[in-house]
């Protein structure tokens, strides 16, 4: 490096706090969202394609995170996305219903968990939502949920994106993510789809076996009882097995799009007939055999016990009851499973919870304990000069891809003059050209939010 240069290649962009210390994001080396590795088995993706297409992006997935642990997404900034979606439970809530803004929800929040690896491209339990990306935003515009419904005194989805304008970390996360501050609905929802598609769990009991064996093979780290559960769980009715597998599909153990409902027929206001989704059955229970909530739509089972007993004996017939879960001559389903194949099956389904899910920091809220966020845009220290013999040399650094930054000289460090502005490319490495010809020169790289 030439001694006659100096790069002061770095800036900490603190939109409300300069102390924040654990609420620091990084945007000059982002988490990986868009390559994370999953079992050759798993093959069953709902991420869509075509003009639609919404791939997960490194940017695009943090920007997500950060919308999604965000109370100001809600009328008056006291529930996120994660209030009712924790990490420590699998992105579910172990309450019966989610508290809101305006009271509590009509139904137990579904887990997250692996949201992206199932056939089954609707959401909510009654499958109203067409898409992930359509899904993200009802809730913010929900009356009791989050409070942007636009009824009832509320304030509307547009009343949010002024609110979300007027923040300096969100002018420069949609600038980087999109090419330009806007904030628009569709920005939101792709940028949120992104963060929970990418939470996934495949560091199981059941993933280490499945890597070794086919699903009908016994796996040799199982105990005899989860061999015995996991051949229950796959045979059918009459083939000597309770067929789960028939609604919950492995290795994703997503639900087959055209299951209609499990006979749980009331909701916490009700008879409830349209429940016809469920999440997939990873994570049922955290890695210490702890609930990560109670189970069903209306969370009326409180155990995975509770659970096969209902589906061992139907309790009641409703004129949306799956077909599968009738036996020949239309009757509701009696399995008569032994209290050993019962007890087998649990066994079984514990052996679907991994543990990464509950503890990695990119899934984890990115604000610190005063609910306060500060973006990384350039590194924290200087990258490199680049000199030649001939007197050349180009300044080297980090940036964020996307974002423009200004190139500044200055021969006293107080008074600076912009050389020029370039735009971080797809790589994020800036780099200009300087000549080391005449008196000492210091140069840097500077990012001013966009105003608007």
């Not at 009712?84 to 305006?102: E, I, K, P, R």
Request: charged content about 15%; some cysteine.
């Amino acid at each position: 490096m030439n001694s006659r240069l100096c790069t002061l290649s770095l800036l900490l962009f603190t939109s409300l706090s300069a102390t924040a210390q654990d609420g620091v994001v990084d945007l000059t080396n982002l988490a990986n969202y868009a390559a994370q590795t999953r079992p050759g088995y798993i093959v069953r993706d709902n991420t869509p394609g075509g003009a639609g297409a919404n791939p997960i992006t490194n940017l695009g997935a943090t920007l997500g995170r950060v919308l999604f642990y965000d109370k100001r997404l809600s009328r008056n900034s006291t529930i996120s996305c994660s209030s009712c979606h924790q990490q420590a439970a699998a992105f579910g809530d172990t309450a019966t219903a989610s508290t809101g803004v305006a009271g509590t929800t009509g139904r137990h929040s579904m887990r997250l968990v692996n949201s992206r690896f199932a056939q089954e491209v609707r959401f909510f339990w009654d499958e109203r939502a067409t898409s992930l990306e359509n899904q993200t935003t009802r809730p913010i515009q929900d009356h009791t949920e989050m409070g942007f419904s636009g009824t009832s005194g509320d304030p509307a989805f547009t009343d949010l994106v002024t609110r979300l304008t007027a923040i300096e970390e969100y002018r420069v996360l949609f600038a980087a993510v999109f090419g330009n501050s806007t904030i628009t609905e569709t920005r939101v929802q792709r940028a949120l789809a992104q963060f929970v598609r990418s939470i996934q769990s495949f560091d199981s009991k059941y993933d280490a076996g499945r890597a070794l064996n086919a699903d009908n093979q016994n796996f040799a780290n199982f105990t005899a009882a989860e061999n015995r559960g996991k051949q229950l769980f796959l045979a059918p009715p009459g083939g000597g097995g309770a067929g789960c597998a028939g609604c919950h599909r492995p290795p994703e153990f997503d639900i087959d799009p055209n299951s209609l409902n499990n006979g749980v027929t009331t909701g916490f206001s009700g008879t409830d007939l349209t429940n016809t989704r469920s999440p997939s059955l990873r994570d049922l229970l955290n890695p210490v055999g702890g609930s990560n909530g109670a189970l069903m739509h209306d969370a009326s089972l409180a155990t995975l016990g509770a659970v096969i007993n209902h589906y061992n004996t139907i309790p009641a017939d409703n004129t949306n009851l799956d077909p599968r879960l009738r036996r020949p001559g239309g009757n509701v389903q009696n399995l008569n499973l032994t209290t050993q194949e019962r007890n087998d099956l649990v066994a079984f389904l514990r052996t679907l919870t991994g543990s990464t899910i509950y503890t990695d920091a990119k899934w984890s809220s990115p604000f610190n304990a005063s609910g306060q966020i500060s973006l990384i845009v350039l590194p924290t220290v200087a990258t490199d000069v680049q000199a030649t013999s001939t007197g050349a040399a180009t300044v080297v650094s980090k940036g964020v891809p996307g974002l423009p930054y200004a190139v500044q000289a200055s021969t006293n460090l107080s008074t600076w003059t912009t050389m020029t502005t370039i735009t971080a490319p797809a790589n994020g490495v800036l780099q200009h050209a300087i000549t080391t010809t005449g008196g000492a020169v210091f140069y840097r790289f500077t990012y001013t939010p966009p105003t608007s």
